[in-house]
């Protein structure tokens, strides 16, 4: 068995080092309590500097991003880049005098009731060394996409080209010429589309569902600002009504023609409160799907050599595979806890 210790801790423990662990640090600093922040990568906000690909952006105005007490700097754009997106959030935790611990992998969390105490447990992603942080709060900033989505296609092992992670997914460049499949029509799905056609790549997207692409603005102004504007006065389902209706007015009515049907029961804030989907914001697929250089295609049966069968019966020739196909988070497999109560943010806010 590997060696273990054990750090008791002044102050709340912080499980992940994204913008969530990083602002409520920096909260708690603010107010002259302690904490330990334990992230199992070796570098803040590891999702933004490691998981994503080149072109990235906030999609969302950058005001409703900034992290508490310390805003963008004005000089940066409304859609910050993600270097300037980390660059801001390796600022905001050195100005807080937010230092997480690295390699430091949690696998379970219980609270010792005969304690009164937390007891973390983490594995040392370096040494294999386990430490036992124990404290009286454990605050879990892990996120919902900790861990890929990897499906199980059938055939996976006889196609011939490689099958990675939109993770792992850096730009368009080494697709030149290529066929490209990308399983999945959420926003990266959707983007890495745009760029596979950027560089002169061939891109078929697998929509095997509903999906509810919006604008991301209308006259200028954000989609999102004019949600979070409706929901001060109307409620959800409303708001929904009406953001499905404008997407309609801005985005051209023939959606489902083009392949991208809306979700039979939902509208986009529904869906994303109660099922975490975010709804897709347009920033140019739409057009290359119209101009046909983004092929959508059904749901795939199973994958061959060269390509894949669909559910329809048709065949897709594809020399590489990109699965967009989303992530999940991974608390339930380390937090051993039993009622669980979950907020829906834009239900509170409304
Ligand atoms: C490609 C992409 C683009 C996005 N764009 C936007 C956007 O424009 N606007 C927006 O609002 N949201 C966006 N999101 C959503 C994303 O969830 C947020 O941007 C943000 O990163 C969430 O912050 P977080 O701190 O909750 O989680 P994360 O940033 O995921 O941070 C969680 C941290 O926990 C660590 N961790 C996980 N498990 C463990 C463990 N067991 N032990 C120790 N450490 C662990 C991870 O290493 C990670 O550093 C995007 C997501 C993706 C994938
Ligand atoms: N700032 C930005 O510009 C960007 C933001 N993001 C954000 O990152 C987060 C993750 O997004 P994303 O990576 O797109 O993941 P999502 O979970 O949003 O989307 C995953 C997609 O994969 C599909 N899918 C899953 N499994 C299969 C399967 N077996 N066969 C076919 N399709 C499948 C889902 O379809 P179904 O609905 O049918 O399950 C869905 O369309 C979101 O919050 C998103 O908004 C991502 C990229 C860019
Ligand atoms: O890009 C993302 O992943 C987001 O989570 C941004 C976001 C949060 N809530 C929303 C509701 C509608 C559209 C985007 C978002």
């Known amino acids: 068995m590997m060696a273990s210790r054990t750090m008791w801790v002044n102050g709340p423990i912080i499980v992940g080092a994204g ?102 447990q983490a594995s040392d992603q370096d040494t294999g060394v386990t430490t036992e ?44 010429g290529k066929r490209v499949l990308v399983v999945g029509c959420g926003n990266s799905g959707m983007e890495v589309c745009l760029d596979l056609c950027d560089h002169g790549a061939r891109p078929s997207m697998v929509v095997r569902d509903g999906v509810h692409v919006l604008p991301r603005e209308m006259l200028g102004v954000a989609t999102f600002s004019v949600a979070v504007f409706l929901l001060r006065f109307l409620p959800l389902r409303v708001v929904d009504r009406l953001l499905v209706l404008l997407a309609g007015l801005f985005l ?34 739409l057009e290359k799907i119209r101009a046909g250089d983004i092929k959508i295609v059904p749901g795939v049966k199973r994958l061959e050599a060269g390509g894949a069968e669909l559910v329809d019966g048709r065949f897709v020739a594809a020399d590489a ?20 109560i979950m907020h829906t943010p834009l239900e509170d806010a409304h």
């Open 19 to 120: 913008p969530a662990g990083i602002a409520a640090a920096a909260c708690l600093h603010t107010r002259g309590v302690p904490s330990v922040v334990l992230d199992r990568d070796d570098c803040l906000a590891s999702l933004w500097q490691r998981r994503t690909y080149d072109r990235l952006r906030l999609h969302l105005p950058k005001h409703f991003c900034q992290l508490p007490g310390m805003p963008f700097p004005d000089h940066y754009p409304e859609y910050p880049t993600k270097h300037q997106f980390v660059a801001y959030l390796q600022s905001y935790a050195a100005a807080f005098h937010v230092h997480p611990r690295f390699r430091q992998s949690v696998v379970s969390a219980r609270f010792d009731h005969a304690a009164g105490l937390w007891r973390v």
């Open 133 to 176: 942080y124990i404290g009286r709060w454990l605050v879990v900033a892990t996120g919902e996409n900790a861990e890929r989505v990897i499906p199980d296609l059938d055939g996976a092992d006889s196609f011939k080209g490689p099958v990675t992670h939109v993770s792992e997914y850096k730009s368009g460049e080494p697709y030149k």
């Open 321 to 340: 595979v990109i699965l967009a196909t989303g992530y999940h988070s991974n608390v339930p497999q380390w937090l051993k806890v039993t009622n669980l």
């Open 252 to 285: 051209g009515g023939d959606l489902a023609r083009l392949g991208l049907r809306r979700p039979s029961h939902g509208g986009p804030l529904e869906l994303k409160n109660s099922k975490g989907r975010t709804p897709v914001l347009d920033i140019g697929a």
